[in-house]
């Protein structure tokens, strides 16, 4: 197949979901079709081509431009006065669902690189699964729980699990040579880990946490022994039930704590013990800092799980694109989000003890970060340590300290591009130089 004609199906691919669009619109005026069936109704159409995407086009830069020409065109149908955005954007809840979906395919389908299976699967999972549990939910529904800014059901959660399990199950036997028992057990825990990222998601954040959560899940434990996957899931029962009992006491909504647990356990789940280490104590510096200093942001901690998600996937794709190990990188952000944090939560300290308490906080933080590189192998360390940029990211981290109340509103999105810039400037300068990297 010619890059011509590649080009020219991905740009009608454009043209047949925006047909799709304009007949479930014209179908809803006929029918009196509510909002949210409607856009689970192209939720669908949009889901089953993507599946077969790896099968229409030989080669994938097909796929990230239809990617790209596809998310552009949903940020024009965003604006004012699009009949056919309404489609869409017609629920009353705030939703970036249909970006976040756009995005999830090209993300997925480029991280499961030549295992079809970890795109087909979560791919499945998003479009059967979630849009079998906003129906049933929606028309069925009698038992409900809270989230962002609404609620959701148990009965379309139980219609999600059943949906997942059936759907993983199927995939795993078809699209890997794994032994029942391994594919019954990771079946069970897909659906659970799924459910509850359905379940715990807000604003459509569950079209990108999903399918990539699901695929890091798979990614890593798809080959592990049934012992394993059995330890495994008794660890992941644990910390359901952990959360019941902590979350009482640090003073978080239930829903942010889902939240929270969704994404410790999605971190354990892609990355070694000592690398998911900042990331958590991230999550946990802001629960002291909102305590101490409460911003003006409506769910701040759903905004720093979702801070925390988008650098950890980030970091992953660029990671997996250079062919360069991120992980001390990765680290290095986390560690700054962290420090940040701490920062802001200890401006209203009297100056004495702001500033000694940052003191055993940095060398505390540089010990941690010594442990962390030295559990790790020498091709994640870049150069060993790295300390000139580790003191660096440290020093920027400080930054809230002198001007605490412009960090009082957007509070995470002002901290991530605080720590961002140094660890991806020496990252994408050290894939520059050839030779610099290890």
Not at 323 to 337: C, D, H, K, R, Y
Request: aromatic fraction near 10%; hydrophobic fraction near 55%; proline fraction near 6%.
């Amino acid at each position: 197949m010619s890059p011509a004609f590649q080009m020219a199906l991905a740009l009608g691919s454009v043209s047949v979901l925006l047909g799709l669009m304009a007949m479930v619109r014209h179908l809803a005026g006929m029918w009196s079709l509510r909002a949210e069936l409607q856009r689970k109704l192209v939720h669908i159409g949009t889901g089953l081509y993507a599946l077969v995407l790896p099968w229409i086009f030989p080669d994938r830069w097909p796929v990230y431009v239809l990617v790209g020409v596809t998310m552009a065109v949903m940020l024009v149908l965003r604006l004012p006065g699009s009949r056919l955005g309404g489609t869409l954007h017609g629920v009353e809840r705030k939703s970036y669902g249909d970006l976040l979906l756009a995005a999830s395919v090209g993300l997925c389908l480029f991280l499961a690189g030549d295992q079809l299976f970890l795109y087909v699967l979560p791919i499945a999972v998003l479009t059967l699964a979630d849009a079998a549990a906003a129906l049933a939910g929606s028309t069925y529904g009698r038992r409900f729980f809270a989230v962002e800014d609404g609620q959701k059901s148990i009965e379309g959660s139980a219609v999600f699990f059943t949906v997942t399990l059936l759907v993983a199950m199927v995939c795993l036997m078809l699209m890997t040579p794994l032994a029942p028992p391994n594919i019954l057990v990771l079946s069970l825990l897909v659906a659970a880990f799924g459910t509850l990222v359905e379940a715990a998601s807000w604003r459509g954040f569950d079209n990108l946490f999903l399918p990539l959560g699901l695929l890091i899940f798979l990614s890593v434990h798809a080959q592990d022994p049934l012992p394993e996957l059995l330890t495994f899931a008794a660890f992941f029962a644990f910390c359901n039930l952990a959360v019941r009992y902590v979350t009482p006491r640090i003073g978080l909504t239930n829903h942010a704590a889902r939240v929270y647990v969704t994404a410790v356990f999605l971190l354990l789940a892609m990355t070694e013990m000592q690398n998911a280490l900042f990331p958590i104590l991230t999550l946990a510096a802001h629960a002291w800092c909102r305590n101490v200093a409460p911003c003006t942001a409506r769910h701040p901690d759903l905004d720093i799980v979702a801070g925390v998600a988008l650098v950890s996937f980030g970091w992953l794709t660029l990671g997996t694109a250079s062919g360069w190990n991120a992980v001390s990188f990765f680290g290095l952000t986390t560690m700054g989000m962290m420090v940040s944090l701490c920062a802001v939560a200890l401006t209203p300290q009297k100056p004495a003890l702001r500033y000694s308490v940052m003191a055993a906080l940095l060398a505390a933080t540089l010990a941690t970060r010594a442990v962390v590189i030295g559990l790790n192998p020498a091709e994640a360390n870049w150069s060993g340590a790295m300390w000139p940029i580790t003191v660096a990211c440290l020093a920027l981290s400080l930054v809230p300290m002198a001007w605490p109340r412009s960090f009082t509103t957007l509070r995470v999105t002002k901290l991530t591009l605080l720590a961002l810039p140094i660890p991806l400037g020496v990252y994408l300068y050290a894939i520059a130089i050839k030779g610099l990297y290890p």
